[in-house]
């Protein structure tokens, strides 16, 4: 048995096994985790092929050592879901090394069905899930080729590992649906599950929202119900930033207090989201919510903010209204809104003043501001210069380039010194309508700052000096500004029917758009159906079917009771009495049921052979062709040692032949 679980072709089903269910790491780990495990996996490769140098046990336990160094340099630790799959990778391209029995190939192959599940740690996408299946069917392949070394070959491996799949997928299905689901996740995730999640930063500094704008990455997707609002309405409200020292924008250190409260003077609009994890709290929400979902803190300043941080995705159902009236400001709420910094420049504080003195109420102080930047040749782009140590004043005076947090906290800092409350708000505006699913897709490239003033008739309200300068931001969103700057056309120097027909796709633009929409909406099904199939699913779908107020017990029973159902189908199935037909005689009565097609029925009392020569005597032209595949017949069924071979060989002949 020992040489068998050794011999070559073994091997490779190992190494094919380990690379399927290593491969999907390489997208998560350093590289150099991966070519450690395909390094061990050629070496051995080598040494069976090549007879190649076989390391002793003692370089063995060197190199262990050394992998052991390498991930605690790389990551700080040796636990943690990172460096966790790594040792397991490294050391299962170790093991390779070693193995020498029956049990060394065994473990081998169970670890690379941990190493599958351990892919689900960083996603649980839908590609990862297909992915998973073509691994588990190449491991479970590789322990069929261990076990029976002989008399299969690849593709019986092959389907016969896909028919035990298939086999087990009825169990799979009321394990699935009858577990009992708890809230929350099933388990803890190390800290590190999380690291190389993005989110909207909780300050803003010149540079930061237009980095972030740079991914495409998707934010949150939202459905609404009826008619969604214009792009130029969907405001999505993230953070409020109130202090500033001059250079960045920050939360205030203690967010007001008091009783939210607003007056709608529009419609609501109803909306579900479906939130990305971030790493952050915030929860994005069109400007300005009505509701607190479950889970979530409506703040002072109209933003939500879920209890924890936001590891996984969420889904959550609001309320909005675009157009509103909010309340009257207390002391603190004002001195909070009207705070300068401290290195403001005197020419930033003289222009503020000159409107102030001009104009006395906040929105003719607001439209002045908004004219300054339309009259003195302010520019949007995706590429501002860099700001010293006062981006405002360089930016009002000198520049004149910026992002949308440049005019935002500009703005926001003359409309202080001008004597009128404001504040920054962070979030994302507009999205892309995915008419696949119709559903919008909002990205972090969507990523957005704009303003809000205090006056007594409004209370807050929005302000958003980008559009005075760039209306094809707020109009079209940020795609076609990026058209409009790739063709070198300045902003604002197109009427909208122009723009429009730059921003244009043709054929194949247009086809890769629905690619990607339908490619969307495929993984948010999957989303919905398979992963996000939590504790309240479970209950709406035992409500779809009658059943009200499943408990666990009842549910356990259920869990038993189907488990024990398909278990019993497949026994039944299994210890059934068998007609054995044999593939000879099968191939042969077909051979014959063409013949009666052509007016040549076989008798029941008579032979192949005697048959044979009655056809003959009737189709002559076919005689050589009808003994051969008789002749063929008897050896295969009566002969000694026929083997598979010469059985496919009598059933190309009798697939081939046509009377």
Partial sequence: MNAAITSRPVLHSLLVAGACAVAPHALELPLWIIAVFTIGAAWRYACEAFQWYR????VRLALMLLILVAVFRQFGTLLGRDPGMALLITLLGLKFLELKTLRDFVVSLFVFYLVILGGFLYSQSLWLGAWALVAVAACTAALIHLMQPAGLNMPQRLRLSGIMLAKALPLMVIVYLLFPRISGTLWGLPADAHSGLTGMPDM??????RNLSESSEIAFRVTFEGTPPPLRELYWRGLVLTETDGRGWRRGTAQPGGKVSFVSLADPVRYDVTLEPSNKPWMPALDIPAIRPKGARYQADFTLEHNEPIHERLNYSLTSYTRYRTGALDAAEREQALRLPVNLSPRTRALAEQWRRENGNPLPVAQAALDYFHRESFFYTLNPPLLGDNPVDEFLFATHRGFCEHFAAAFVTLMRAAGVPSRVVVGYLGGELNTAGNYLIVRQSDAHAWAEIWT???????????????PERIELGLEAVRRLEQQGIGLGS??????????????FEHVARHARWYWD?????WYRWVVDYGKERQERFFTSLGLDDISW???TSLLFVGALLVTLVYAFLLLRPKKSVDPALALYLRFCRQLARAGMVRAPHEGAIDFAHRCAHRRPDLKNRMDAITERYVHVRYGELTGADELRAFKREVTAFRA
């Fill in 55 to 58: 390391p002793s046990r003692l």
């Fill in 521 to 525: 909406l495929t993984n948010m099904t």
């Fill in 494 to 507: 197109l009427p909208a029917d122009a723009v429009l027909r730059v921003m244009e796709l043709g054929w």
């Fill in 553 to 555: 017990s009842r549910l």
């Fill in 456 to 470: 007594a008739e409004r209370g807050w309200m929005r302000v958003d000096p980008t559009g005075a300068v760039a």
């Fill in 204 to 209: 803003m500094q010149p540079g930061s929202i």
